[in-house]
């Protein structure tokens, strides 16, 4: 596709402020490959991302290792950047990875990997995050920065469609044995995720679902949005799914934590 500029403002802020990014995974993660439309481009989030206030929530809150603000703004850099998760998301991802003492992880959708090395940085030196992307070229932008980092080793990083290795998981017998699980791939197969993650991922375990807001699309889902459906199904099952608490974050572009009972 064409390379889009990543946003119309001056690059100081682009990199400082807007580009710490509402998470797009633009249905390119882990699956079907397609540019965002322009309409991914306004937010309807609770917070925009260059307002007064999200700026004092990063200020305030954001401790970020230094290599992962070196992989922030090389990814700031990519014209698919506005993809990546927003940092103050992936820094509560991790702070829920150490509280539930994880050591087996699996990621949906890798991009460069910024969330991916922010979930290795807080596990045990036997950590795994089983990482899952169809694309290794983003990944190539972070592995130099992993292995800076020293985790290297806890990221097993698997190039294929992400439902192939999930069910390359349960027939290796890995079911309920892992602690957290991350989705932020392709929309349309957000279910089929979510189902497979709940088998893999044992009681008590996480699995975190990103752009539940879909940029506000979920509130009235177009026949021919087939992300915007898809999400909005799952945003409905979600509520009524007695296998799982749930809580549904107005961070980044939405995310819904559920808690396996």
Known sequence: GSKMPLLSVPKEVAVGTAMLGVAFATGMLAGKRRPPTPAAHTETGMIGKSSPLRQYILDHSLREHPILKKLRLLTGD??????????????????????IKAKKVIEIGVFTGYNALNMALVLPDNGRVIACDINEDYAKIGRPLWKEAGVEHKIDLRIKPAIQTLDELLANGEAETFDFAFIDADKESYNEYYEKCLRLVKKGGIIAIDNVFWNGKVLKPRKDDLAAQSIHRLNEKLLRDARVNISMLPMGDGVTLAFKL
């Open 78 to 99: 990519h014209p698919w950047g506005r993809m990546m998760v927003s940092c103050e998301q992936a820094q509560l991802m991790a702070n829920l990875v150490k509280l």
